[in-house]
């Protein structure tokens, strides 16, 4: 396993997405919880199937894509358009996608996820996503039948704080934004450690994607709006305006 490292012994993960990694001053730094956010269609997945795929054929580094959107096959599909085979990566034991139906989430899904980032020796997680989560906060955290603004935040601010058990583990949450908000619960852009932003908008008639660092502890983060591209091999985040 391919790992670097830079200023006291922190060890930095590459994303391996190219134009990335060098805004980040070469990757995410071990044990982080990123917030991946932007409006659909924006490239949310993508960009963190690339991680992943990334991590376990390039690195060696095991990764787990825990879903409560798609279903486990679609996902799977989805990578295969861009050449990457999450089956055989799972046949080597080297990434897991892991499908939790909406249904089934209590106050113990986020132990269930711990335990088995912990048993598989994780390195790189991906949960998709916080929004799914938190409109589906369980009734145990409610006062009345219906969902609750505190009720919520207490939901997924404990859920990702219990996230952080995994040292090891460098973590991509996904959320959709709401209303011009970072996120849709409000509190996991304050609770994590760095935030990616993702913006598609319509410039001069045609749509165009873009990506934004709002943060990143202990890193010294690129803060330029950067044009990004989805081509048929994956994710190319370019350079900013003013940048060479």
């Known amino acids: ?118 048993k598989g020796k994780i390195r790189r997680l991906v949960l998709d996503s916080i929004s799914s989560l938190a409109i589906n906060t369980p009734t145990t955290y409610l006062k009345t039948s219906e969902l609750t603004e505190m009720a919520v935040k207490k939901f997924v601010y404990g859920f990702i704080n219990d996230l952080r058990q995994l040292k090891e583990t460098t973590s991509l949450i996904i959320s959709q934004t709401v209303d011009g908000q970072i996120s849709s619960d409000g509190v996991s852009e304050f609770v994590c450690d760095g935030i990616i932003y993702i913006m598609y908008e319509a410039i001069a008639g045609q749509y165009t994607r873009s990506l934004m660092i709002r943060k990143m502890r202990e890193t010294r983060n690129n803060p330029d709006i950067h044009p990004m591209e989805i081509t048929h091999k994956g994710i190319v985040v370019h350079p900013g305006l003013g940048e060479s």
Not at 72 to 99: P, R, S, T
């Open 1 to 118: 396993m391919k790992r670097t490292k830079k200023k006291m012994e922190s060890v930095i993960i590459k994303t391996g997405i190219k134009g990335f990694d060098e805004l980040i001053e070469g990757g995410f730094k071990e044990g982080k919880i990123i917030l991946l956010s932007g409006t659909p269609g924006t490239g949310k997945s993508i960009f963190a199937m690339e991680y992943l795929y990334n991590g376990a054929s390039k690195f060696g580094e095991r990764g787990l894509y825990v879903t409560l959107e798609e279903k486990k096959d679609a996902l799977i599909n989805q990578a295969m358009q861009f050449g990457w085979d999450f089956k055989e990566l799972e046949k080597k034991g080297l990434l897991e996608v892991m499908e939790i139906g909406i249904k089934s989430i209590t106050e113990r899904t986020v132990q269930d996820i711990v335990r088995k980032a912990k």
